[in-house]
């Protein structure tokens, strides 16, 4: 779902996936962050913040109930957070880790509220965490610096476009029409074995293992990825 307007600067888009399907979520390298509020059996709510990830990373679901998501951008985490976005990276640190105690006073989300009002909630700690409406994010390519990437994002200038090519060649291959070849050239890579490489890299399978898990159209990533 796409976020409200005075958000834009700062949230992609805001998603809710209920239990059912496979048991694991195998997520793919990521530079942009997530609000995530998990709700467990037996009553339990799970609130974290989650930082960019490096690598790819085995997610249990067998006792999630449904996730609800807010999916930040890139850059977003130096707006909403005091700490180096690379304080934040290949972790999920719960929220009263996360932020001032003060703007969690009023933060109102349980295991038994509706997706609808935890999103709510969510984008509310959002904006005011950013303390204001709305606060634009410049590219990457505009904060090209490394420093600045890690403090930002919380990778290497490398390696955040690597994962956004990467997302670009999984993108491409949901409709699973395209050749691996077609699909490495018109990603950025220098040939199929340069794309078959990365994937080994950055997922720790070939494209084709990747593909025959299914998980082409199950990972988490960007709503359009972009060049």
């Known amino acids: 779902?796409?976020?409200?307007?005075?958000?834009?600067?700062?949230?992609?888009?805001?998603?809710?996936?209920?239990?059912?399907?496979?048991?694991?979520?195998r997520v793919v390298p990521?530079?942009?962050?997530?609000?995530?509020?998990?709700?467990?059996?037996g009553g339990r709510l799970r609130a974290a913040l989650v930082g960019a990830r490096s690598r790819a990373a085995i997610i249990d679901r067998r006792e999630r109930i449904a996730t609800v998501g807010i999916r930040l951008l890139p850059?977003?985490?130096?707006?909403i957070v005091k700490d180096s976005a690379r304080e934040f990276l290949d972790c999920a640190v719960p929220l009263a880790d996360a932020f001032p105690a003060g703007l969690l006073t009023h933060l109102e989300i349980s295991a038994d509220a509706p997706p609808s009002h935890i999103v709510a909630e969510l984008l509310r700690l959002v904006r005011r965490a950013a303390s204001a409406p709305a606060v634009p994010c410049?590219?990457?390519?505009?904060?090209?610096?490394?420093?600045?990437?890690?403090?930002?994002?919380?990778?290497?200038?490398?390696?955040?476009?690597r994962i956004q090519r990467l997302h670009r060649a999984l993108w491409a291959a949901r409709p699973r029409t395209l050749s691996?070849?077609?699909?490495?050239?018109?990603?950025?890579?220098?040939?199929?074995?340069?794309?078959t490489r990365e994937c080994r890299s950055l997922l720790g399978d070939t494209p084709v293992q990747w593909l025959a898990r299914g998980s082409a159209d199950l990972f988490k990533t960007a709503t359009r990825p972009t060049d």
């Open 75 to 79: 850059g977003a985490l130096a707006v």
């Open 30 to 41: 990521d530079s942009s962050p997530h609000l995530m509020a998990t709700v467990l059996d």
């Open 180 to 195: 691996w070849a077609t699909i490495a050239h018109s990603s950025g890579y220098a040939d199929q074995a340069h794309l």
């Open 138 to 161: 410049a590219s990457l390519a505009e904060r090209a610096t490394r420093e600045r990437s890690h403090r930002e994002i919380g990778l290497s200038p490398k390696r955040a476009m």
């Open 1 to 25: 779902m796409p976020p409200p307007a005075y958000l834009r600067g700062l949230v992609e888009h805001t998603f809710v996936e209920y239990a059912g399907g496979p048991t694991e979520w």
